[in-house]
């Protein structure tokens, strides 16, 4: 019975902790509510939609302290889904070891107001997701991953953006975040809307 007791006591602490955060992210610092209203991020990733000519630069051996880089040239072809609530993104790349495919969801969450950005290659199988949203006309996108058996952070960012090109990069982290190796560049220009 005792270990029940602690077992509702752990869960209403939880509980009641969680309930406290979410206050004070409503609540400014000095207790009164904020009127800063979430930011409606739907259309963000809509400069994206189109078809784009790429050149990528793909880092061959991350956070080892190599600088050995392979370099692609492809097509990026981005198409609306649901209303622009979604997009789909194929990627079709050539270099120096052959021809590369990837598939990249888009998704937005409009209760949080945030972005996921869930990646597949053609012979991975498997996503891999980022969740992030944009500011000032750049957008990070993060997540926690695994890289050689130790834990890492992952930075997706998209910068630069006009009508007819940007920049999106790729950076790892083994230290908690306090710094960042490049490991992926994608330059696009549009080549069609």
Known sequence: MRLVNRSV???????????????????????APRSDAARDGQHDFD??????????????????GSNEFMELNGIVSVRKVWDGRAQLEEIEADG???????????????????????????NGGAFSTTIGSFKDGRGELYSQDTYDGRS???????SDITPNAHKYEISYSDDGG??????FSAELTRQQP
């Open 178 to 183: 306090r710094s960042w190796e490049a490991v």
């Open 47 to 64: 400069f994206n939609v189109g078809v784009w000519k790429t050149h990528i630069k793909r880092r061959l051996h991350p956070l080892s």
């Open 96 to 122: 120096p070891n052959g021809h590369w495919e990837g598939l990249t969801l888009f998704l937005y969450n409009p209760t949080a107001h945030q972005w996921s950005q869930s990646y597949a290659g053609s």
């Open 152 to 158: 890492i952070l992952v930075r997706g960012v998209w």
């Open 9 to 31: 006591a752990r869960v209403l602490v939880v509980g009641i902790g969680s309930l406290l955060l979410s206050l004070s992210a409503v609540a400014g610092s000095d207790g």
